[in-house]
Nanobody
Framework: QVQLVESGGGLVQAGGSLRLSCAASGSISSSNVMGWYRQAPGKQRELVATISSGGSANYVDAVKGRFTISRDNAKITLYLQMTSLKPEDTAAYSC???????????WGQGTQVTVSP
């Protein structure tokens, strides 16, 4: 089992910044992929960014150049630095974890990000 706890959400004005954190605990594999997803009201959950345990990162086009995903493998913590935030970034942001070669996917409870115009 893996437990994920997000923090760092909040209310920010357009153009502002926030940093989200996701602390992982439990049976963590040394080879894994973690990611951030978001779900806005009335919309499907969408991928924001992923990063492997080796540091390879991928982003959805909508956040490229504005968001940076990173991880601290020693602390088993995932981060999402969000800059130049837009109202359309408003959503509940969740992190997930998957060990390479394992089909199980674990999710955190989510943290709300609200960007005002």
């Amino acid at each position: 089992q893996v437990q994920l706890v997000e923090s760092g959400g909040g209310l920010v004005q357009a153009g502002g910044s926030l940093r989200l954190s996701c602390a992982a605990s439990g049976s963590i594999s040394s080879s894994n992929v973690m990611g951030w997803y978001r779900q806005a009201p009335g919309k499907q959950r969408e991928l924001v960014a992923t990063i492997s345990s080796g540091g390879s990162a991928n982003y959805v086009d909508a956040v490229k150049g504005r968001f940076t995903i990173s991880r601290d493998n020693a602390k088993i913590t995932l981060y999402l630095q969000m800059t130049s935030l837009k109202p359309e970034d408003t959503a509940a942001y969740s992190c997930n974890y998957r060990a390479i070669g394992d089909i199980a996917v674990y999710w955190g409870q989510g943290t709300q990000v609200t960007v005002s115009p």
